[in-house]
């Protein structure tokens, strides 16, 4: 799971750098809330989350981190393109980013039970 993580958060590391250089040579800066989301909540969260479950293999095999991944990866895309329409003054997607916020917080939230639960200190690391 760790390796997916990255891998995916590799093409949102790219998306947001795409939508950073649009927005520089355009000097048009609305995307800048879906541009920070993508990189933090995309590449930034899922990065460190996959070095999480590779240093932790036990986390990585649950249930709870293939749930972390879907959620997380079905609701940041939904949240980011509601949210691109809004802030050009298009309301009637306005679902999208509700409905996917509430499934990428709810992959955070599975992620952080399955860290509690199963990153655990080995004879190594002490």
């Known amino acids: 799971m760790g390796v997916r993580l990255i891998k995916i958060s590799a093409l949102y590391f790219l998306i947001g750098v795409g939508i950073g250089y649009y927005m520089s040579t355009a000097h048009a800066y609305n995307l800048t809330p879906v541009h920070v989301h993508i990189n933090l909540l995309g590449w930034t969260a899922l990065t460190l ?25 079905i609701g940041l895309p939904l949240m980011m393109a509601g949210l691109a329409l809004v802030v050009y003054g298009n309301d009637s997607l306005l679902l999208f980013t509700i409905v996917g916020a509430n499934l ?19 004879p190594q690391s002490e």
């Open 49 to 73: 989350a996959g070095i999480i479950y590779i240093l932790f293999p036990e986390a990585g095999r649950t249930k709870l981190a293939k749930w972390h991944f879907w959620l997380h990866n």
């Open 104 to 122: 990428t917080t709810l992959g955070v939230v599975l992620f952080v039970i399955n860290v509690w639960k199963n990153v655990k200190e080995t």
